[in-house]
């Protein structure tokens, strides 16, 4: 291979890397979602690495309990409606995490 062919060659990687940056980045946001999702709602997890908390109202540790939710720690989880809205979105270029719903 000569020296133009191999600028030729980088060049063309270059390109094709280019156009497909915005499926490269919504790949990366799947596994940060991915990571996010276990830490929090699996868990129960802080971005610090502390718990986020523990349920303190009775009535709320309850309800869990009698539907067979843990109450030991917080973990964000009841429904699945929380979990389920936390998406990557892509957006043009731009891609994003974000709550899907209210």
């Known amino acids: 291979m000569t020296l133009e062919q191999f600028k030729n060659r980088i060049t063309l990687i270059s390109q094709l890397l ?37 349920y303190k109202s009775k009535s709320w540790i309850k309800k869990r309990s009698e539907t067979g939710r843990q109450v030991g720690k ?20 731009e891609v994003v995490i974000a709550i899907i719903n209210d």
């Open 74 to 93: 917080v973990d964000l989880e009841y429904t699945g409606d929380l979990r389920n809205s936390i998406q990557v979105v892509k957006d043009g270029r």
């Open 18 to 54: 280019s156009k497909k940056q915005g499926d490269f980045l919504f790949l990366g946001g799947k596994y940060v979602e991915g990571a996010m999702k276990f830490r929090i709602f699996t868990e129960g997890r802080a971005t610090d690495g502390g718990g986020i908390g523990s």
